[in-house]
T-cell receptor
Framework: AQSVTQPDIHITVSEGASLELRCNYS??????LFWYVQSPGQGLQLLLK??????LVQGIKGFEAEFKRSQSSFNLRKPSVHWSDAAEYFC??????????FGRGTQLTVWP | ETGVTQTPRHLVMGMTNKKSLKCEQH?????MYWYKQSAKKPLELMFV???????ENNSVPSRFSPECPNSSHLFLHLHTLQPEDSALYLC??????????????FGSGTQLSVL
C-alpha cells in the first residue's frame, strides 16, 4: 500500500517555539513528497517539495523539511512559530497524473 | 489568490436536486482535478483531466459527473446525492500531469451540504 501517515492529529505550541510535524511514508522507491498547508478560507497551499537531491529542503514562510530514507520520514520543521502559522498541515506523496496521496493532516494551534 | 477560482463557495442541496460546481483557472495550465475532502478523512482524488481528456476516474459514483469543456474550466455536475456526499470539494490545476512531482494549485473549495 502506498500511504502517508501523520501520527499527530493536533499539536499546540507557543508563539516563538520551535515546531516539528511528523510524517512517515510507505513506498518502495524514492517518493515525491510535499507539505501543503490549509488555512481557513485560503485553500491548500504548497509549502515545499522533495523529489531528489539534497535531503533538506527549504520552503516558503520559513519552513523546511528533511527526507530521511532510513526512517521513511519527511518531517516538517520551523525554528520559531508565528501565530499566523496556525492551520492544518498535510504531508502528501505524489504520483503520476497529479495524483496526490494525502495524510490525514495535523492541526496546529499557536498560543500567544 | 492561487489563480484557481471555485463557485459557489457554499452549496446546500436536497437529495433530489441537480446542481453544478464550477472551477476556473487563470494560470494557463493544461490539467485539472477534483478532490474531495471529508471530515476526518484524507483528501481523495476524484477525477483528473489532462488536455481536456479525462484520464482518471477514481471509482467515483455516477451521481458525480465531471465536465471539462476547455483547459480553463472544469465542472462537477451533481445529481441525487446522498448525505454522506457532504464535503469540501476542491478543484486544482497544474501544468502537465505526468510524473509525480507536479505542483498543484488549489482553489478554495465548495463546501457542500446534502440534506
Amino acid at each position: 500500500a502506498q500511504s502517508v501517515t501523520q501520527p499527530d492529529i493536533h499539536i499546540t505550541v507557543s508563539e516563538g517555539a520551535s515546531l516539528e510535524l511528523r510524517c512517515n511514508y510507505s513506498y518502495g522507491a524514492t517518493p515525491y513528497l510535499f507539505w501543503y498547508v490549509q488555512s481557513p478560507g485560503q485553500g491548500l497551499q504548497l509549502l515545499l517539495k522533495y523529489f531528489s537531491g539534497d535531503t533538506l529542503v527549504q520552503g516558503i514562510k520559513g519552513f523546511e523539511a528533511e527526507f530521511k530514507r532510513s526512517q521513511s520520514s519527511f518531517n516538517l520543521r520551523k525554528p520559531s512559530v508565528h501565530w499566523s502559522d496556525a492551520a492544518e498541515y498535510f504531508c502528501v506523496r505524489g504520483s503520476t497524473l497529479g495524483r496526490l496521496y494525502f495524510g490525514r493532516g495535523t492541526q496546529l494551534t499557536v498560543w500567544p | 489568490e492561487t489563480g484557481v477560482t471555485q463557485t459557489p463557495r457554499h452549496l446546500v442541496m436536497g437529495m433530489t436536486n441537480k446542481k453544478s460546481l464550477k472551477c476556473e483557472q487563470h494560470l494557463g495550465h493544461n490539467a485539472m482535478y477534483w478532490y474531495k475532502q471529508s471530515a476526518k478523512k484524507p483528501l481523495e482524488l476524484m477525477f483528473v483531466y489532462s488536455l481536456e481528456e479525462r484520464v482518471e476516474n477514481n471509482s467515483v459514483p455516477s451521481r458525480f459527473s465531471p465536465e471539462c469543456p476547455n483547459s480553463s474550466h472544469l465542472f462537477l455536475h451533481l445529481h441525487t446525492l446522498q448525505p454522506e456526499d457532504s464535503a469540501l470539494y476542491l478543484c486544482a490545476s497544474s501544468q502537465g500531469s505526468e510524473g509525480g512531482g507536479v505542483k498543484l494549485f488549489f482553489g478554495s473549495g465548495t463546501q457542500l451540504s446534502v440534506l
